[in-house]
């Protein structure tokens, strides 16, 4: 007879490895192996969230610069998306566009700090970008299979990542300026005469600008929720079920189309700076 006894499969022993604490504060299970490495991928994972942290960043020190410049944001016939619609008194005159005065001057600040804050609002709480930078600038995680070094986790159940639920009410805010930055859109269709019937190089600009810009406002989760993600039956809803998986088509391109959407706004941005400033004369082809 034996006179000793047998640790259960998974129970600490004498011999057993003692639970060691992991990145982010949390200890492994009783039994499991004691793997010093904080992950074992042997590829460059760090790459993807430092580009990303990169792209963002580079971003957002570009428009913030352009949003309080408040300077060389209109030649005709071409208004920044910046700073369109142009909702003070200081904005430069804009023949045929929308320009509403109706926050007075503003103080002096740049008009655009009323703009940019329903796009910026879209784009902050969009899913895909809630993913890029929480994993770019948060290290939460910073990629899969690599533990995070928080060494807790709530989620977005406090203030103040809970207000990503406003996501889906900034939607329609990014709708109407979908619909703006068409019009001003068919507006560059025109001369610096304000003419219609002309083309010039901004035009293409601006026509590739808000293609992109559709196209991923429209990618939107919320949008394709909206759309059909309440139906119970969708044999009684032919057209929203058609229309669903056209967003749903979408929806699959959503990272590609918010990096490209974001980087066709800030180069009609730069288009415009580039005109307003005299740098070249806009190529008109007809």
């Not at 005159?93 to 002096?108: D, V």
Request: glycine letters at 8%.
């Amino acid at each position: 007879m034996a006179t000793g006894t047998t640790q259960p499969t998974g129970s600490s022993g004498p011999d057993s490895p003692e639970p060691r604490p992991a990145p982010g504060g949390v200890r492994d299970a009783a039994g499991r192996a004691a793997i010093p490495e904080a992950h074992l991928r042997v590829d460059r994972w760090w790459l993807a969230p430092a580009a990303t942290a990169l792209g963002l960043l580079a971003f957002v020190v570009y428009s913030t610069w352009r949003a309080f410049a408040n300077a060389d944001y209109y030649d005709a016939p071409y208004v920044s998306p910046f700073y369109s619609p142009c909702l003070a008194d200081n904005c430069e005159p804009m023949k045929g566009g929308p320009n509403w005065e109706i926050f007075g001057g503003w103080w002096g600040l740049s008009p655009a700090l009323i703009i940019l804050i329903f796009p910026l609002g879209f784009r902050l709480t969009c899913y895909y970008y809630r993913k890029a930078y929480y994993r770019g600038f948060w290290a939460s995680p910073p990629a899969c299979a690599v533990a995070e070094p928080h060494k807790k986790y709530t989620g977005e159940t406090r203030f103040p990542l809970i207000l990503q639920n406003l996501h889906r009410y900034f939607f329609y805010a990014a709708l109407l300026v979908a619909v703006i930055l068409s019009y001003d859109t068919l507006l560059a269709f025109r001369n610096a005469d304000y003419e219609w019937g002309h083309m010039g190089l901004g035009t293409l600009v601006f026509l590739a600008n808000i293609a992109l810009i559709w196209a991923y406002t429209l990618s939107c989760h919320s949008c394709r929720h909206i759309i059909g993600g309440r139906l119970r039956h969708f044999s009684k809803h032919p057209v929203r079920y058609r229309m669903w998986g056209w967003v749903g088509k979408l929806n699959e391109r959503h990272m590609l189309l918010a990096w490209a959407s974001l980087i066709s706004v800030g180069l009609a941005d730069f288009y415009v700076y580039l005109l307003a400033t005299g740098a070249f004369d806009d190529p008109r082809f007809f």
